[in-house]
């Protein structure tokens, strides 16, 4: 079991950049992979993107591709989302989550939310025009 708590969201202005924090409790935040998902008012959940458990796989969201840069610390039980560039269409409840499955399935895999086991709150990103 894992616990995922989300922190680093608010208010910005359009172009300004925000990073997000997502802590997960256990010592075994090494063997999860890591994905970070979007939800706008009136929208479905959408991918943003994912990491695998050594970091050494990212996937991206044709969107934010370039602009965001998911990273993790394995050390410290952390996943990072870097936004810069942001516009008020990355406005939107930002969650991350935790998938236990020991293995790289690739790009397609991980953009799925149900393959994803734990799921934190969430935290609120506004960008303002």
């Known amino acids: 079991q894992v616990q995922l708590v989300e922190s680093g969201g608010g208010l910005v202005q359009a172009g300004g950049s925000l990073r997000l924090s997502c802590a997960a409790s256990g010592r075994t935040f090494s063997s999860y992979t890591m994905g970070w998902f979007r939800q706008a008012p009136g929208k479905e959940r959408e991918f943003v993107a994912a990491?695998?458990?050594?970091?050494?796989?990212?996937y991206y969201a044709d969107s934010v591709k370039v602009r965001f840069t998911i990273s993790r610390d394995n050390a410290k039980n952390t996943v990072y989302l870097q936004m810069n560039s942001l516009k008020p269409e990355d406005t939107a409840v930002y969650y991350c989550?935790?998938?236990?499955?020991?293995?790289?399935?690739?790009?397609?895999?991980?953009?799925?939310?149900?393959?994803?086991?734990?799921w934190g709150q969430g935290t609120q990103v506004t960008v303002s025009s």
């Open positions: 989550a935790a998938d236990s499955r020991f293995g790289n399935y690739g790009s397609s895999y991980y953009q799925r939310q149900e393959v994803y086991d734990y």
């Open positions: 990491i695998t458990r050594s970091g050494g796989s990212t």
